[in-house]
């Protein structure tokens, strides 16, 4: 997905991972111990939870049935250009994020706009495990069992008006936890804060999850610590971590990479093979832990559960 250095982003990149990984096999209970153990806080803020256990309920109805990517991948493995473009670079720098104390303000087209600390909305409905396919813009996949719940339970408490037609998502702003936002750094790769969207009725979806964490534990930061969106049927990318707003609105949000390359990301980014990226195929996908790449599929897979939202619709326009 980078913008200021796309020249040196290639589908060979893509391919090498299984390489890179191996090796990192040998690292990752090292980094895993360092990015998930008790991190330390100069200026005394209270320490983050990440490992800490946290139960869920499997919902096996909407979870595959593929085994979940490692643990030490889907940790070690990321996109969050908050911490820098590289993929090992939201683990390194991970630590620096302080996911407590922290609100979520729901605001905008609403009747009762509300602000939520993060321990309150853990436990503000009840949390499911969910197994779901994570597929990235960049043709790689994951299978992740998140927990959380859905984000139409959260909307529907904020009572929306019938102006309501849209949710943005934001992402914390604070270049002091996220050295990726940074101007002069890799501030110039997005227009920060992250900001995401998705149509009402997409955010209402019952797939659609506000996640807390994956694994059985607390999300770990380079995860999207501590709350972020779950949209398993459109690319990554449209999953926005670690967010601090959630705003209904009337018009199509502005989000980040649509500003950035709006002819390689569009709003709807529905996971499909048969529109490529202007860059690269979207037929296949390498899955994170194979080597060999397998066919991708409509909606990535959820296409009886979310087809029908986009009845009529010309998908190649409305990529
Ligand atoms: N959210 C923020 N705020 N910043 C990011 O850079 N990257 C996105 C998405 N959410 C990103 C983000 C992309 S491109 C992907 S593929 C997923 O997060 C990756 O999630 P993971 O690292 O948990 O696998």
């Known amino acids: 997905m980078l913008i200021r250095r796309a020249e040196r982003f290639k589908a060979a990149d893509i391919t090498d991972e299984a390489l890179y990984l191996r090796r990192r096999e040998f690292i990752a209970g090292g980094i895993a111990a360092l990015t998930l153990g008790a991190c330390d806080f100069a200026d005394g803020a209270a320490p983050a939870p990440p490992g800490t256990p946290l139960k869920a309920a499997r919902n096996d109805q909407l979870s595959v049935k593929e085994p979940s ?15 820098g473009v590289n993929k090992d670079d939201p683990a390194r720098e991970a630590h620096r994020l302080r996911p407590r104390p922290w609100t979520l303000k729901v605001d905008g087209l609403v009747g009762k706009p509300k602000t939520y600390d993060i321990d309150e909305l853990t436990r503000l ?28 339970a959260l909307l529907k408490q904020v ?11 934001t992402t914390l702003l604070d270049p002091a936890q996220f050295p990726g ?12 804060p992250y900001v995401e969207g ?31 969106v779950i949209v398993p049927w459109k690319y990554g990318f449209k999953s926005a ?18 500003k950035a390359a709006p002819q390689e990301y569009g709003f709807y980014s529905n996971v499909n093979p048969n529109v490529s990226h202007p860059r690269w ?6 899955r994170i832990g194979e080597f060999r790449r397998r066919p991708t599929s ?15 619709m010309d998908l190649k326009k409305y990529y």
């Open 69 to 83: 990517t490692k643990f030490e991948s889907a940790t070690t493995y990321n996109n969050f250009y908050e911490f």
């Open 125 to 152: 409905f009840p949390l499911e495990e969910r197994v779901y396919s994570l597929r990235c813009v960049e043709a790689w996949s994951m299978i992740i069992p998140w927990i959380g719940f859905p984000l139409g």
């Open 159 to 169: 009572e929306p008006t019938g102006q309501a037609k849209y949710v943005e998502f």
């Open 181 to 192: 936002q940074k101007p002069g750094l890799f501030g110039g790769t997005l227009d920060w």
């Open 198 to 228: 998705l149509r009402m009725d997409e955010a209402l979806h019952p797939l659609t999850l506000l996640t807390v964490g994956m694994y059985g534990q607390v999300l770990p930061n380079q995860n999207g610590a501590p709350v972020r």
């Open 241 to 258: 971590k670690s967010i601090v707003r959630i705003r209904l609105v009337g018009d199509q949000p502005k989000t980040a990479w649509e």
């Open 281 to 286: 195929s979207q037929a296949t996908e390498r």
């Open 298 to 312: 409509m909606f990535n897979g959820y296409a009886d559960q979310v087809a029908s939202l986009y009845a009529g």
